[in-house]
């Protein structure tokens, strides 16, 4: 037998307050085998959800702040749809949509908001306990004003 290598992710520590993400890797072979636990806290957000309403043609930007990011990654959803997994937004014909990195998150902006930006942005953590801070976006559009029997 060769020397091989099985992860298993994920495995909560059952700590009273399920703030820890459990790692367990066991490596065996002919004559050994070796377990390492790996016990990380799971990140707490810094950042608090936002109800936002932005005039239609403005900036949004929507922050994802965390205590610690270290071996964790973020991932943001609109509308339950991915469209950003780390540093990489995944729809590159987007222009408009982009991330600002800091040391522990992020901030998406979203440059000219029209009415397909209206949406639920739900920014992720990459842990087994379930992390995640929700941001609402509204747009507000300048009403059109005409006027009936036109001269």
């Given at each position: 037998l060769s020397l091989?290598?099985?992860?298993?992710?994920?495995?909560?520590?059952?700590?009273?307050?399920?703030?820890?993400?459990?790692?367990?890797?066991?490596?065996?072979?002919?004559?050994?085998?070796r377990e390492e636990v790996?016990?990380?806290?799971?990140?707490q957000?810094?950042?608090?959800?936002?109800?936002?309403?932005?005039?239609?043609?403005?900036?949004v930007r929507l922050p994802c702040l965390v205590d610690r990011l270290e071996g964790f990654v973020l991932l943001w959803r609109k509308n339950e749809q991915i469209i950003?997994?780390?540093?990489?937004?995944?729809?590159?014909?987007?222009?408009?949509?982009?991330?600002?990195?800091?040391?522990?998150?992020?901030?998406?902006v979203i440059s000219l908001a029209d009415r397909a930006d209206e949406a639920e942005y739900v920014c992720s953590v990459s842990a087994f306990r379930h992390t995640e801070i929700r941001h609402n976006v509204r747009i507000r559009v300048k009403p059109v004003i005409t006027t009936s029997p036109q001269e």
């Open positions: 091989s290598q099985i992860t298993v992710n994920g495995v909560p520590y059952g700590s009273i307050n399920d703030l820890y993400d459990t790692n367990y890797e066991y490596e065996f072979g002919d004559n050994q085998v790996f016990i990380t806290k799971t990140p957000f810094l950042s608090h959800p936002q109800e936002i309403v932005v005039n239609e043609g403005h900036t950003s997994v780390g540093h990489q937004i995944l729809d590159r014909s987007e222009s408009r949509i982009h991330l600002e990195e800091v040391e522990n998150g992020n901030t998406l």
